[in-house]
């Protein structure tokens, strides 16, 4: 997923809109890329979403940058 102005991309959340129902209890896993921050604030922006959505965020594996 790409950072757009500090948050999450448009195509990323209309995905989640209509693939939740399928995707529920399920964990997600997030591969960012962007600016200086590499989509980090993306990435927590739309953490409360999918939990909102009963998906299940991991959390980074110990490598991760951030
Ligand atoms: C309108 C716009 C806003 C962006 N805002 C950010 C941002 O806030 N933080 C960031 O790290 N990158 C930002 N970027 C860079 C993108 O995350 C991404 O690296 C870049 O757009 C290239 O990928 P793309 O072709 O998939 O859009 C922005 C890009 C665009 C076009």
């Not at 209309?14 to 591969?31: H, T």
């Not at 962007?34 to 993306?42: D, E, H, K, M």
């Amino acid at each position: 997923m790409p950072e757009y102005n500090h948050s999450y991309n448009a195509a990323l959340k209309n995905a989640l809109d209509y693939l939740n129902r399928e995707w529920a209890y399920k964990p997600v896993g997030f591969v960012s890329y962007g600016g200086v921050s590499g989509g980090l604030r993306a990435v927590q922006a739309i953490k409360p979403v999918v939990a909102a959505l009963r998906m299940t965020p991991r959390a980074e594996p110990p490598d991760a940058p951030g």
